[in-house]
């Protein structure tokens, strides 16, 4: 019999028989639930059957939460592969090659398999395991005593890739800290702020499948946000015949399936949407309905132009104005790109009527100074044509996700504001100033206490990474600081503690994402806790599957909170107690069960029909999906038991008393205010109809925004352009911009320098430079060594001379340059061991030792071919916080020479004093809550916030004469 034969054989054997798994007696079907028999590839020649388990979770790489289906070997009961899900709705059973790649992170020779604690100087690198019990009781106690003495603020949970959805600000809200800080003004706050002002939500969710034309700000084909759900999607909606529009300076792979790809100078961005929206304004070709329905014209005309009560035809002869400097020939001459191109662009958007999916995510939005209006001006022409939360149009995200209620919710609010993550001067930031942690501690000679950094890599990641060393190798600065991370990490090398957490089979999460028309739940799980379970054995602790001592993060802070509040007087315990057997601890079952059971619609019943509980359908499936086409949730009627005693105040928004929902979330979020008598905000007056509406201060879609207009800045509250840091007119002779923004479809910011199949497939990030500026600068060829000169030093590199760069224009993928410093313990798989040198404020950091082959429990690692493992050039970055939406503006102004004799391949060299130089600058152009605060608070309550303080808190403090002085 031949393999084929014999593959056929068993698929047939398995198809027709239950296979009965021993242990419980239960009975699983190939394709429903859960088993697998394949050849033994390692047996050959001879024909070994193997059986396995197929356990669903969630992958952790990205932000998608794909499926993934773990094949866990029955005899062995470990992991031999990971598959796609095809029960998760968001993935539909595929993933990008991060995905399998779980399968390196949990196996890497070099992972941290135990809590350690530093034994000498913070940085110096030696460390000693400590137990569990000894971590968590010197970390309990610190916090403890912090909220005994009232010093709330100085606890501080810092993440990165958050991967979960809402367990951890459930906790915060508990420990009544305000200590909730976000990697996102690194990220994606520039354009998330642009939806943020129009529609009260923060993020789109396009719906491409069932689009005519689809527009895209980034390259999310090979790398967007929520990457393999939506590319999946994008080719769906061309193969259905949709148009795909690209703006990327650089060829990326998105830009090759476009059908007009836009290669505009960075940063012009807005001026072009705003020449679509001129022209489609001038040509009538917008829908006039959704516009007079939706958008805040009314207040507009009031306020800006002092007409109260104009027509709607006053206003469109406004609007006609308004835009009308924007024409093609100005966005040219903005972009570089001609006329022509730019008109037959827009006559393009202009045939997608309410199907036009449009999506800005980094990129643009996070490249530029007032990169937040890319995503306005994108969002304009949306709303302009009424495609938005239309079939084949742009949702908000809240609609398109679903987030359930867990049990024993706190509501809560911390009583003090944190000044280091909020601070002053930046009111209207979207998300926390994260990445000026390291210039406010010492403005405000501020120390934290207990500093947590939980999947997060900021010494990496961040901008200006040498002053985050500085300030973390201070502890008067940071008292304890305590790295949560499943992979070693620049960080965790300046770290008090390193708590190995799990990989995405080895702990438990929810997630929810915005990908499509829809909404969906998914589990991730530990799949050797379920596999395990399966056979009939009783896990009560996740690290009693995991390797080593690794833990999941639930069960690590039910154990932490315990110990902060043994005896409950805190008030913080009874979040965390089982409501079954009251005085205990809640377990995982019980506080997943209980959502299961109580918070998401339609599992109980799906469950049911299968025989299960809905935990177990979870553990068994993975996913479930609630709803599929959401719909226009804004044109819903409020039902009638929301409406009582209702109050319709002058720009029709409705106010009533009746009950308020139960929240699903700890306090946090977007929040719709009370009216003066305590009635709830629920929806708002539409032609005489009570609809939902949009949850922003108006209920309607806001084209001009009061907020923005109240705090200071009148002229950016309609969608309009603001030209970049990195316009020309800000650029020195011999500068050009270089584009830092985009990723490597095959690499994790920081987690994935352990996963060799990775690591082979992309392992360097060379220098993009057209032929035309290779010839002006002196580089011959690719591979040349170039020196790359910015605000704060320089780094070395080889280059890439490339026509898919429009010339004048360089770029640099931020995904290498992994390092750990000479005589550290750490990893070895694709990161280069370097000497980190510091004079005063003078760093260097000089690659020693690159790629090469080392023995390990893995042969693989015999077999490393590659040497080049890129530089680090965030090191060399500025912080350029954009004075509104707070992003970090990540596109540097650079001078590009070739490398200079004794350079070498991955050098940086920084001075953290021109670092310090450059945040002084950026600061004088905000507009502080101090001066500029409409009604003496801090920031506008309505706006988004992960742990809402309480309302006392969001007042300014009263100056003293001194410090009015
Ligand atoms: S897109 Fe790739 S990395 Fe992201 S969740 Fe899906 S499989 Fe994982």
Redesign the pocket.
């Known amino acids: 019999m031949n393999d084929s034969t014999h593959l056929s054989e068993l698929n047939q054997r398995v198809s027709a028989a239950k296979i009965e798994v021993e242990g419980r007696g239960e009975t699983f079907y190939p394709g429903a639930s859960r088993i697998h028999l394949a050849l033994d590839s390692k047996s050959w020649p001879e024909r070994v059957e193997k059986r396995y388990m197929l356990v669903p979770t969630t ?1 952790f ?2 932000e ?3 499926g993934l289906l773990a094949y866990v070997d029955r005899e062995t009961l470990q992991v031999r592969k990971f598959e796609g899900n095809p029960e998760h709705p968001g ?1 539909r059973g595929r ?2 090659a ?2 399998p790649a779980t399968l390196n992170q949990i196996t890497d020779p070099d992972r941290i398999l135990y809590p350690l604690k530093r034994s000498g100087r913070r940085g110096e690198g030696k460390w000693e395991q400590v137990s569990w019990d000894e971590a968590l009781d010197a970390i309990a106690g610190r916090i403890r005593t912090a909220l005994q003495e009232e010093r709330n603020e100085e606890v501080v949970y810092h993440v990165g890739r958050p991967g979960e959805d809402g367990y951890t600000e459930r906790m915060l809200a508990a420990w009544g800290v305000d200590g909730h800080n976000s990697h996102t003004n690194v990220c994606s706050s520039g354009a998330r702020a642009g939806y943020h002002w129009w529609m009260g939500m923060d993020r789109p969710s396009p719906d491409y499948s069932n689009a005519k034309v689809i527009l895209l700000v980034s390259s999310h084909l090979e790398t967007g946000h929520y ?2 759900p939506h590319a999946q999607r994008i080719i769906e909606g061309k193969k259905n015949g949709a148009k795909l529009i690209v703006f990327d300076t650089r060829l990326s792979n998105t830009a090759t399936h476009a059908d007009h790809w836009l290669s505009p100078y960075p940063g012009s961005e807005a001026a072009i949407f705003l020449a679509i929206a001129n022209w489609m304004i001038g040509e009538g070709k917008y829908n006039r309905e959704f516009v007079r329905r939706w958008w805040n014209w009314q207040e507009y005309m009031e306020v800006v132009n002092n007409e109260p009560g104009a027509s709607f035809e006053n206003f469109e002869e406004h609007l006609r104005e308004v835009y009308s400097e924007f024409t093609f020939e100005y966005a040219a001459t903005e972009s570089g790109i001609d006329a022509a191109t730019l008109l037959e662009v827009a006559k393009v958007v202009s045939t997608a009527g309410t199907r036009f999916a449009t999506h800005n995510w980094r990129s643009a939005g996070s490249g530029n100074l007032g990169g937040w209006q890319v995503a306005r001006t994108l969002t304009l022409l949306n709303a302009l044509l009424g495609a938005l939360a239309t079939e084949g149009g742009t949702f908000p995200n809240s609609w398109n996700k679903f987030t359930p209620r867990p049990p024993r919710l706190p509501h809560q609010h911390p009583k003090r504001w944190n000044e280091v993550t909020w601070p002053g001067e930046y009111p209207l930031a979207l998300n926390e100033m994260s990445f000026l942690m390291p210039h406010l501690m010492k403005d405000q000679d501020a120390h934290l206490d207990v500093y947590f950094t939980r999947v997060y890599n900021p010494v990496w990641t961040n901008p200006d990474g040498f002053s985050w060393i500085e300030m973390l190798s201070d502890e008067d600065r940071i008292g304890l600081h305590v790295a949560m991370t499943p992979t070693w990490n620049e960080t965790a090398y300046f770290a008090d503690y390193i708590l190995p957490m799990g990989h995405a089979s080895e702990r438990h999460d929810l997630t929810s994402y915005e990908q499509y028309n829809g909404q969906w739940i998914a589990f991730r799980q530990p799949v050797l806790r379920a596999a395990r379970e399966r056979l009939g054995e009783e896990i009560t602790d996740t690290r009693q599957v995991n390797p080593g001592e690794v833990w999941e993060e639930n069960e690590f802070w039910i154990d932490l909170t315990w110990r902060i509040d043994p005896d409950g007087s805190l008030g913080i315990r009874e979040f965390f107690e089982s409501k079954k057997v009251p005085g205990e601890k809640m377990t995982i079952d019980e506080y997943y069960g209980w959502i299961f059971d109580n918070s998401v619609p339609g599992l109980p019943e799906a469950s049911a029909a299968e025989g299960l509980t809905p935990l177990e359908y979870m553990r068994r499936y993975g996913a479930f999906e609630i709803s599929n086409k959401v719909g226009r949730v804004h044109e819903q009627s409020v039902p009638d038991n929301e409406l009582e005693d209702v109050r319709v105040d002058e720009m029709d928004r409705v106010y009533s008393r009746a009950p308020i929902p139960p929240s699903p979330k700890a306090p946090g979020g977007t929040k719709i205010d009370e009216d003066e008598d305590g009635r709830r905000r629920v929806g708002v007056r539409v032609d005489g109809e009570i609809l939902k509406g949009w949850p922003t201060p108006t209920g309607k879609l806001e084209f001009w925004s009061r907020t923005l207009h109240d705090w200071g800045w009148p002229e950016f509250a309609i969608p309009t352009y603001i030209k970049s840091h990195i316009h020309p007119e800000n650029l020195e002779n011999d500068q050009i911009p270089l584009i830092t923004t985009f990723r490597v479809p095959v690499q994790i910011h920081t987690r994935s320098a352990n996963s060799k199949w990775l690591d082979e497939i992309a392992h360097t990030n060379p220098l993009w430079i057209h032929p035309i500026d290779a010839d002006r600068v002196g580089i011959s060829k690719t591979g040349d060594l170039v020196r790359v000169e910015t605000e704060l030093g320089y780094f070395v590199l080889k280059s890439w001379i490339t026509e898919g760069i429009r010339p004048g224009v360089a770029a640099c993928s931020h995904h290498m340059g992994r390092w750990k410093p000479e005589g550290h313990k750490g990893p070895r798989l694709g990161i280069s061991t370097v000497a980190l040198n510091q004079e005063g404020s003078e760093w260097s950091l000089t690659p020693r030792k690159g790629g090469e082959p080392f023995a390990s429990s893995d042969p693989d690692t015999m077999r490393i071919w590659w040497t080049d493992l890129g530089v680090h050039q965030n090191l060399t970055h500025a912080v350029h916080p954009d004075p509104i939406s707070g992003m970090h503006c990540w596109h540097q102004a650079v001078r590009i020479c070739p490398a200079k004799e004794g350079d070498r391949a991955g050098d940086v060299s920084v001075d953290t004093g021109k670092s310090r130089a450059a945040y002084e600058k950026w600061l004088t152009m905000t507009r502080s809550a101090d001066h500029y605060s409409p009604d003496g608070t801090r920031r506008p309550y309505w706006m988004l916030r992960p742990v809402r303080p309480e309302r006392d808190a969001y007042r300014l403090p009263l100056k003293t004469e001194s410090a009015e002085v």
């Open positions: 992958c790489n990205c998608s939460a794909c993935s993933n990008c991060k995905g990457f393999n």
